[in-house]
T-cell receptor, first 113, second 110 residues
């Protein structure tokens, strides 16, 4: 139980375009979902926290207009990277929470060319 | 603010040897503590967690961790390492405001 999926698992896009990443909790309802970013050989950095039906809360330094988060249902959150640039290339990981514990997705590798 | 320190960036052990990965935390209240493992290009897998109760926690794959409040530590141990344990290990503290340590990369020598 408590499986979280992400789609796509990897994506390549051209600079200036937008890309959407989906995060789904497959067998449970998540009141809260989180988006993390991980650069090579580094730790996970929390980008934002989203609760179903409300606006996401972004961590300091994360541009909310660039990283659009939508949490339309208890099983789906999306992260849209708008006007992507090469420096946005990273590994993006989502998690879904029921209570204290978070369940992590497998991650999405974004490469911006 | 809560934080996690993993003092060892990289550890190499021989297969069959014991392992201890260190984790120190800073947290205002009783912490929720986690250890995760990540293989290259993969997501995180939960090894074990501590919320309350017995301070020695058993996890998957033969791992265990001990919560020591006096030392603000939550070190991960395994008595005999297998080659498949080579990966990146992350200690984390918190619940909905989870913070991760920098990670420790484990290399296993044959």
């Amino acid at each position: 139980g408590a499986v979280v999926s992400q789609h796509p698992s990897w994506v390549i896009c051209k600079s200036g375009t937008s890309v959407k990443i989906e995060c789904r909790s497959l067998d449970f309802q998540a009141t809260t979902m989180f988006w993390y970013r991980q650069f090579p050989k580094q730790s996970l950095m929390l980008m934002a926290t989203s609760n179903e039906g409300s606006k996401a809360t972004y961590e300091q330094g994360v541009e909310k207009d660039k990283f659009l988060i939508n949490h339309a249902s208890l099983t789906l959150s999306t992260l849209t990277v708008t006007s992507a640039h090469p420096e946005d290339s990273s590994f993006y990981i989502c998690s879904a929470a029921t209570g204290i514990e978070q369940y992590f997705g497998p991650g999405t590798r974004l490469t911006v060319t | 603010a809560q934080s996690v320190t993993q003092p060892d960036i990289h550890i190499t052990v021989s297969e069959g040897a014991s392992l201890e990965l260190r984790c120190n935390y800073s947290y205002g209240a009783t912490p929720y503590l986690f250890w995760y493992v990540q293989s290259p290009g993969q997501g995180l897998q939960l090894l074990l967690k501590y919320f309350s109760g017995d301070t020695l926690v058993q996890g998957i794959k033969g791992f265990e961790a001990e919560f020591k409040r006096s030392q603000s530590s939550f070190n991960l141990r395994k008595p005999s390492v297998h080659w498949s344990d080579a990966a990146e290990y992350f200690c984390a503290v918190g619940g909905n405001d989870m913070r991760f340590g920098a990670g420790t990369r484990l290399t296993v020598k044959p």
